[in-house]
């Protein structure tokens, strides 16, 4: 496994990580989870990364089970998890110090866990002052309860502000974002927060590698059974992967498939390995529900040595037509 710095902080995080989006809770259970998890950890993974409102809160609580019955170190952890979504009450959602706060300590129980690695804002909240967000982080901070924040799905104006705002104020400032990032949506990343990353030193937890599975290539032929895109709550996903908008992806995602094999990897491992040549990324978070997947995304950090700048240039010519 390959360890990256979380931006211009001195933590480290694996290449690869996992995350609990979607699956964790719904799609899967915890006996599940736990063989994904020690799949990965076995595999160098030390980086997992939860929300509150995967599941409602119920992703948390695998997770939680898993590092509990797994035994692990806690040092060996880099644990994430986000905040926004978190209840129907009107305190329940958005980023005050108050929802802040009490949305840290809930997700904390739920993960059996005295403190996070990692405290994202999981989306920007236009109802409450950027600098109250940027106080409130801090004082968890303080608190011990997280270690690092940043934010996810946030402006580079919005995180640029913060950044002013915590280096005025004295206050810890967001180390890092994290990003949708994948062959087919590149702009954000590479041109909205360029300056970013040396301004802010800012890290990048990149969520989302393979399209939601569209670059896997299980697409190709129509809907799959037993999908995501086929849960309850998902028509939006399912317009995005099979809808009309997707045919041109689905089109480039089919010329990508003569590179993989002449690489000797599947279509998922060469999006991932894409996304991990990029520098700016300190960590690809991957999805899985079932070991064999877990193992797959692990070996995209092989394929990553072998895209040379004339095999990355084929792919932007594909991706570009």
């Known amino acids: 496994m390959e360890y990256r710095r979380l931006g211009r902080s001195g933590l480290k995080v694996s290449a690869l990580s996992l995350g609990a989006w979607v699956t964790y809770g ?46 692990w170190k806690r040092s060996d952890l880099v644990i994430s ?36 690695d990692l405290l994202y804002c999981h989306r920007p909240d236009p109802e409450t002052p950027i600098e109250e967000t940027v106080r409130a982080m801090n004082h968890v901070i303080a608190q011990g309860k997280a270690l690092y924040w940043g934010t996810s799905e946030w402006s580079a104006d919005q995180i640029e502000e913060a950044g002013a705002i915590a280096k005025r104020e004295h206050l810890h400032a967001p180390a890092m974002e994290q990003p949708q990032y994948h062959m087919l949506h590149r702009d954000r990343v590479e041109k909205e927060y360029a300056s970013l990353y ?12 393979l399209a939601s599975g569209l670059l896997t290539g299980k697409y190709d032929n129509g809907p ?9 709550g998902m028509e939006w996903l399912r317009e995005e992967l099979l809808g009309a908008a997707a045919r041109p992806k689905i089109e480039k995602v089919k010329k990508l498939k003569p590179i993989a094999d002449h690489l000797g ?21 991957t999805g899985a529900t079932k070991r064999e997947q877990v193992k797959e995304n692990l070996g995209a950090l092989a394929v990553a040595g072998r895209l040379t700048p004339d095999v990355m240039l084929e792919i932007d010519r594909i991706l570009a037509g």
């Open 26 to 71: 719904s799609q899967v259970g915890e006996d599940i989870a736990y063989a994904c998890m020690t799949e990965a950890f076995d595999g160098g993974v030390n980086f997992f990364d939860n929300a509150e409102a995967y599941a409602s809160g119920k992703a948390e609580v695998v997770m939680g089970n898993v590092i509990r019955r797994a035994g």
């Open 81 to 116: 998890t986000k905040l926004f979504w978190g209840g129907p009450g009107p305190n329940d959602k958005g980023l005050s110090r108050k929802r802040i706060v009490e949305g840290t300590e809930r997700s904390l129980s739920r993960l059996q866990l005295d403190y996070v």
């Open 198 to 209: 040396d301004a802010l030193g800012l890290g990048l937890t990149i969520w989302s590698p």
């Open 224 to 232: 799959v059974p037993g999908t995501r895109a086929e849960l309850p």
């Open 265 to 285: 990897c599947t279509r998922a491992q060469l999006a991932i390995a894409w996304c991990l040549k990029n520098r700016r990324v300190s960590s690809v978070i």
